[in-house]
């Protein structure tokens, strides 16, 4: 993984939200987000959602 994505992605503001008094940031929309990929057997990247980076090919 971490030759395939060199940089660490980050996620766009407008998806980000803050708990102050529980202390949480909170990524909206990402439960959603994984269970799809979950249900379709892929990546985000393959749903086309917006944070997301295709990786590298790594040769083993």
Same mark, same amino acid.
């Given at each position: 993984?971490? &030759?395939? $994505?060199?940089?660490?992605?980050? =996620?766009?503001?407008? %998806?980000? /939200? +803050?708990?102050?008094? &529980?202390? !949480?940031?909170? +990524? @909206?929309?990402?439960?959603? $987000?994984?269970?799809?990929?979950?249900? &379709? =057997?892929?990546?985000?990247? @393959? !749903?086309?959602?917006? %944070? /997301?980076?295709?990786?590298?090919? $790594?040769?083993?």
């Amino acid at each position: 993984m971490h &030759q395939s $994505v060199k940089d660490i992605p980050t =996620f766009p503001s407008n %998806w980000i /939200s +803050v708990d102050e008094e &529980q202390k !949480l940031t909170i +990524v @909206d929309g990402l439960e959603e $987000v994984l269970t799809e990929c979950y249900d &379709q =057997f892929c990546l985000p990247n @393959d !749903l086309g959602i917006e %944070w /997301s980076k295709p990786g590298s090919i $790594v040769k083993l």
